[in-house]
């Protein structure tokens, strides 16, 4: 698997975050296609199966490269 940078990381969960957000708060067909779109584009790039799994995975890669500062639990933020 190539390792995605930590930038390109950071960027996909934010994105995915605002993505979940809008679905929440508007749900619809242009907000459920974006979060599918950018629930896609995570799993692919952290070579996973499931938006789950993705999370978990994108934050293990984080961990790897960044002190940690308060970090959650990834499981129960994937939840």
């Keep these: ?5 930590p930038d ?6 934010s ?4 993505a979940r957000l ?4 508007h749900p619809g ?3 459920r296609l974006a979060l599918e779109n950018i629930s896609y584009t995570l799993c692919v790039t952290t070579a ?7 999370l978990i ?3 293990a890669l984080l961990a ?3 002190p940690s500062h308060g970090r959650q639990d990834p499981e129960a933020l994937a939840r």
């Design 64 to 66: 790897r490269t960044e």
């Design 15 to 18: 994105r995915y975050a605002t």
């Design 48 to 54: 996973a199966t499931t938006v789950r799994q993705a």
């Design 1 to 5: 698997m190539l390792i995605p940078r």
């Design 22 to 25: 809008a679905y929440a708060e």
């Design 8 to 13: 390109v990381l950071r960027d996909l969960l």
């Design 57 to 59: 995975t994108a934050d």
């Design 29 to 31: 067909t242009h907000t």
